[in-house]
């Protein structure tokens, strides 16, 4: 029995020093998981500053007045994304990507360096996964043509807006339009506010009050499985 305790204890060891070879490899690094920079709603002024938003309850506008959910862009530590590296996993959108591969390239204009990082995954996902810097100090994740966000909250809009609000129109292709407060009204009302949601509309707030809305019909934001799907 003792002997065999020995054998035992022997083929454990083995065992360990195996696992261990397989796992922590001498020069291996651990995996990272890549999430966006934590946010405190509860610390965003929604009455000052210039958010994401989709407008809703559109039909109250005769009753005077309508929401507009609020939302912030998912920021990520440009030293993360810069470092990742096979195998390292990416949170986005409240997905888990797995990186696969990553390259970098410049996109920018002659003399403007633009630098876009490249995100191959080993999940299946729409349109492609790349960041590039975003603020000051942080990147932004794109699927396909659109940004991530993350709503923070939302405001209750009364009419009549102020006197200084526009509303500053993308039309694609075609050259902005910029209408009126006295005009807002009614362009809610005929207009189909369902294109216009918190991947391509802005809303801007000053001392609590709307005072400009900027919207474009692109991009249109997450694909809705009607398209074909390609490899991230």
């Known amino acids: 029995m003792k002997g065999y305790g020995y054998r035992l204890a022997a083929l454990l060891a083995i065992l360990c020093l195996a696992f261990s070879t397989a796992f922590c490899e001498p020069g291996s690094s651990p995996k990272a998981d890549v999430k966006p920079i934590p946010m405190d709603p509860d610390s965003i002024d929604l009455g000052n500053g210039t958010f994401w938003a989709r407008l809703e309850d559109l039909d109250r506008i005769d009753e005077g007045w309508f929401m507009v959910m609020l939302y912030e ?70 699927l396909d043509d659109w940004i991530p966000c993350t709503f923070i909250g939302s405001v209750k809009v009364t009419l009549p807006l102020p006197e200084q609000f526009e509303l500053y129109a993308v039309p694609g292709g075609e050259d902005p339009v910029v209408y009126t407060a006295d005009e807002f009204p009614d362009i809610l009302r005929e207009d189909d506010w369902s294109i216009y949601n918190e991947y391509n509309t802005t809303a801007k707030f000053e001392d609590g009050k709307l005072v400009r809305i900027r919207r474009s019909g692109y991009p249109h934001g997450p694909h809705t499985g009607d398209e074909d799907d390609d490899d991230c």
């Open 73 to 142: 862009t998912d920021e990520y530590d440009p030293e993360q994304i810069m470092n990742l590296k096979p195998g390292d996993t990416l949170l986005v959108n409240g997905e888990i990507y797995t990186v696969e591969d990553i390259g970098s390239r410049d996109i920018g204009w002659i003399g403007e360096e633009d630098i876009v990082w490249e995100i191959v995954t080993e999940e299946e996902c729409w349109g492609g996964l790349w960041f590039r810097q975003y603020g000051q100090d942080t990147f932004a994740a794109y």
